[in-house]
C-alpha cells in the first residue's frame, strides 16, 4: 500500500500502480477501480486521519436526567438533557449515554434509535428499578422502547434500565449487535425482546 495526503485529515490508501486522479473524490466514499489495480486490491477508500490531541477522541460520556433541559450541553451530571434520543444524537460511537434517577416518558425516550453508533445506555446506579423508561403505550398508539436495526456495531448495549408497556416489544433487534445487562422489560403487549439477526449479529442477554 502506498499513504497519500489528500486533503487536511484525509488518507489515500491506493495501489502504488494506480493512475485515478483523485481530486474529485470526498470522503467517506467508496470507489471501484477497474484495470487500474492489481487483483489483490479493487477498491480506494478515503478514511479519516486524526490530528491533534489524543485526548480529544476519548469516549464520552452524556448525561440525561427527566428534569434536564435539551438546551444543556449534556457533558455533566449537573447539566443533564433531558430526553435520552437527544443524548443519542450528540453521541459517537464508543461513548456512553448515563440515565440519571428517574421515569422517562413521551417523545424522545421512546422508539429510540441508535443509528448504527455503537453506544453504551446504562442507567446510573445499574439497578434497573431506579431507572424507569415507560412507553405509555396502548393498542391504539404503540410505541417500542429501543429499535436497533442499522447493523450497530458490537460494543452496544443497554446496562441497568427498565423499560416498560412498549408494544408490540420492549426492544426490537433487526440486524444489530446488542448486550443487555441487568435490565428488566416489563408489561410489554408483545414479547420483551425481539432479535431478528442477520449475519454474524448477536443479541446477548445478561
Same mark, same amino acid.
Given at each position: 500500500?502506498?499513504?497519500?495526503?489528500?486533503g487536511?485529515?484525509?488518507?489515500v490508501?491506493?495501489?502504488?500502480? +494506480?493512475s485515478?486522479?483523485? /481530486?474529485?473524490?470526498n470522503?467517506?466514499?467508496?470507489?471501484?477501480?477497474q484495470?487500474?489495480c *492489481?487483483?489483490w486490491?479493487?477498491?480506494?477508500r478515503?478514511v479519516?486521519?486524526?490530528?491533534?490531541?489524543?485526548?480529544?477522541?476519548?469516549?464520552s460520556?452524556?448525561y440525561?436526567?427527566? /428534569?434536564?433541559?435539551?438546551? /444543556?450541553?449534556?457533558? #455533566?451530571? @449537573?447539566?443533564?438533557f433531558?430526553?435520552i434520543? =437527544?443524548? $443519542?444524537?450528540?453521541a459517537?460511537?464508543?461513548? *456512553?449515554i448515563?440515565?440519571?434517577?428517574g421515569?422517562?416518558?413521551?417523545e424522545?425516550n421512546?422508539?429510540?434509535?441508535f443509528?448504527?453508533?455503537?453506544?453504551?445506555?446504562?442507567?446510573?446506579?445499574g439497578?434497573?428499578?431506579?431507572v424507569?423508561?415507560?412507553?405509555? #403505550?396502548?393498542?391504539?398508539?404503540? =410505541?417500542?422502547? $429501543? =429499535?436497533? =436495526? +442499522?447493523?450497530?456495531?458490537?460494543?452496544?448495549?443497554?446496562?441497568?434500565?427498565t $423499560?416498560?408497556n412498549? @408494544?408490540?416489544?420492549?426492544?426490537?433487534?433487526?440486524?444489530?449487535?446488542?448486550?443487555?445487562?441487568?435490565?428488566? $422489560?416489563? /408489561?410489554?403487549?408483545?414479547?420483551?425482546?425481539?432479535?431478528?439477526l442477520? @449475519?454474524?449479529n448477536?443479541?446477548?442477554?445478561?
Amino acid at each position: 500500500f502506498q499513504l497519500h495526503g489528500s486533503g487536511p485529515g484525509l488518507v489515500v490508501y491506493r495501489d502504488p500502480d +494506480s493512475s485515478v486522479d483523485f /481530486s474529485d473524490v470526498n470522503i467517506g466514499e467508496v470507489w471501484t477501480v477497474q484495470g487500474a489495480c *492489481t487483483k489483490w486490491l479493487d477498491q480506494i477508500r478515503l478514511v479519516p486521519r486524526f490530528q491533534g490531541d489524543l485526548a480529544q477522541i476519548s469516549p464520552s460520556t452524556w448525561y440525561v436526567s427527566p /428534569s434536564g433541559d435539551d438546551g /444543556s450541553d449534556g457533558r #455533566s451530571a @449537573n447539566s443533564p438533557f433531558a430526553t435520552i434520543a =437527544h443524548g $443519542i444524537e450528540a453521541a459517537a460511537t464508543g461513548d *456512553t449515554i448515563l440515565l440519571q434517577l428517574g421515569r422517562y416518558v413521551g417523545e424522545g425516550n421512546r422508539d429510540l434509535d441508535f443509528a448504527g453508533k455503537g453506544i453504551v445506555l446504562r442507567g446510573e446506579t445499574g439497578l434497573p428499578e431506579d431507572v424507569i423508561r415507560d412507553c405509555q #403505550s396502548t393498542q391504539a398508539d404503540p =410505541h417500542v422502547g $429501543i =429499535h436497533l =436495526h +442499522s447493523e450497530e456495531p458490537p460494543g452496544t448495549a443497554v446496562e441497568g434500565v427498565t $423499560i416498560r408497556n412498549g @408494544n408490540p416489544q420492549g426492544l426490537l433487534v433487526e440486524g444489530a449487535n446488542v448486550r443487555l445487562s441487568y435490565c428488566a $422489560i416489563d /408489561s410489554a403487549a408483545g414479547t420483551g425482546v425481539y432479535a431478528a439477526l442477520h @449475519n454474524n449479529n448477536f443479541c446477548d442477554y445478561r
